[in-house]
């Protein structure tokens, strides 16, 4: 899949392909069945391989590059902020991601509160005891740092995984000077 031009470059958009013309009858959908045999797998072998902090930190990095090129491919970056979070709303609704609800929405200081149902990540699967959406962490770090221009920190608070019906994050400011990826822990 990788070329000799990837193989020390970041994920771009356009590794993606052209799946209208490689996918003419099956189109752009997958089950979440099909997703979750991929995602919970390299997640077990991310994990086998580097231990789990290290395959967190890799999956929540991963997300990050994701939302940036999604954002930059995708979004109109010149919206206000409350129509960019109502397209990003529609996107992933579109998508069959996720629905998501802005619990908070704090434009003046950034701050805000994700709640995701139905998310393609973890929805309905057995608790763990701990948080799992570390993928769609990553990405909401990209898409909002890409969007304003700043960095931020992304937490989720709630989540399928740790047993709660809802995945939740939250999202503020970061301190002057920290990339979102070394504030990942």
């Not at 899949?1 to 193989?7: D, G, L, R």
């Not at 990095?61 to 930059?72: F, K, Q, S």
């Not at 909002?144 to 608070?157: D, M, N, P, S």
Request: glycine content about 8%; charged content about 20%; proline content about 4%.
């Amino acid at each position: 899949m990788f070329t000799e031009k990837h193989e020390t470059a970041s994920f771009t958009w356009d590794l993606l392909g052209d799946i209208e013309t490689g996918r003419p009858n099956l189109g752009m959908s997958c089950p979440v069945l099909v997703y979750r045999l991929f995602k919970q797998n390299m997640t077990a072998e991310l994990i086998r391989q580097f231990g789990r902090d290290k395959a967190i930190k890799l999956i929540k990095n991963a997300g990050y590059h994701a939302g940036r090129e999604c954002c930059n491919a995708v979004f109109d970056c010149d919206l206000p902020p409350q129509m960019f979070m109502i397209s990003l709303q529609m996107m992933f609704k579109e998508n069959n991601i996720a629905i998501i609800n802005f619990e908070k929405a704090d434009f003046d200081n950034w701050q805000l509160v994700i709640a995701v149902n139905e998310g393609l990540e973890c929805s309905g699967i057995a608790p763990m005891g701990h948080p799992g959406c570390f993928y769609l962490e990553g990405f909401f770090g990209g898409i909002l740092e890409t969007y304003a221009g700043r960095k931020f920190i992304i937490k989720e608070i709630d989540c399928w995984a740790a047993g709660q019906r809802v995945c939740r994050f939250t999202v503020e400011p970061s301190t002057e000077g920290h990339d979102y990826l070394d504030l990942i822990s």
